[in-house]
Structures are given as C-alpha cells and as structure tokens.
C-alpha cells in the first residue's frame, strides 16, 4: 500500500527542482527526509494516515518554534518557519472549524458513553484518527477537557 500523499510530495520536489525553488525545495527534502526516517525506524512504508502523522507533528514543531523566536524577538526566524509551516500545511487536509471540532467531540461522547475526566483517554483514542491533520491536537484536548468538565 502506498500514500498519495507521500507521491505528491516527491512528484513537488522534482517540480520544485526543475524551477529552481529553493526554498520549496528544502522544506519538501525536510519533509521526505522525515517521512523516510519513520519508515527506516519502523521498517514499513507509511500509508496515508500515517504520512498525515508524520506532516502534522511537523506542522507542530515549526507552531512551536514560531511561537519560541517571536518571543525572543527573531523576525527572521519567525518569518523563515512561518514559509516552511504553510508548505508543510499545503499537504495536510483542510483544518476543522472549532464549531465542527465540538461536534465531532459531541458525537464521541455519545458513541463512547463518555462522562467524566477518567474517559479522556477513551474519547481522544475515538477523535484522534478522525481528527489527525485537521486540527490542532492540543486545542482538541483542551476542547475535551472543557466538554468533560
């Protein structure tokens, strides 16, 4: 089985070769080194869900550096994470609204009978595939924190 996704990403970096775009061209070689590294790791070739694992841990990571140099004042930095993370979010599908988060979170309390914080583990278990590379996990966990509240 083998990803789309994963076939996009280097169909752009041979197209980001061919016009000379650096920039692109680096951020997409992060990118498939990253995929690579959890294939050679786990000894598998990712499918789609898991190469959407892999770019939205990614998407996470330059969230974090971004928020880290604009509190050290690092425009450049800022601005430099700020291209890779829109090329690494070009691959990840369309992000939920808040409003489509809460009634996916609704429907899993329903479907997993959910009702008090010892369910967290539960329900995220029952969102996470759902939600993997269409929203931020982090808020979705806060999101179900305030629903089990």
Do not use: C
Request: hydrophobic fraction near 35%.
């Amino acid at each position: 089985m083998s990803s789309e996704v994963k076939q996009r990403i280097n169909d752009d970096v041979k197209d980001a070769m061919r016009n000379k775009d650096k920039e692109r061209l680096n951020t997409l070689r992060m990118i498939t080194a990253a995929i690579k590294q959890k294939e050679v790791d786990e000894r598998i070739e990712l499918d789609d869900s898991q190469v959407l694992a892999v770019l939205d841990k990614m998407a996470k990571q330059h969230r974090d550096s971004i928020q880290q140099y604009q509190d050290a004042g690092r425009d450049d930095l800022v601005e430099k994470e700020s291209k890779e993370l829109e090329i690494v979010k070009f691959y990840l599908p369309k992000q939920l609204t808040e409003d489509e988060i809460h009634q996916l979170i609704q429907e899993a309390i329903k479907a997993t009978g959910a009702s008090s914080m010892q369910d967290m583990g539960k329900l995220m278990g029952h969102l996470k595939p759902r939600l993997q590379g269409r929203a931020d996990m982090g808020k979705v966990s806060v999101l179900v924190k305030q629903a089990l509240g």
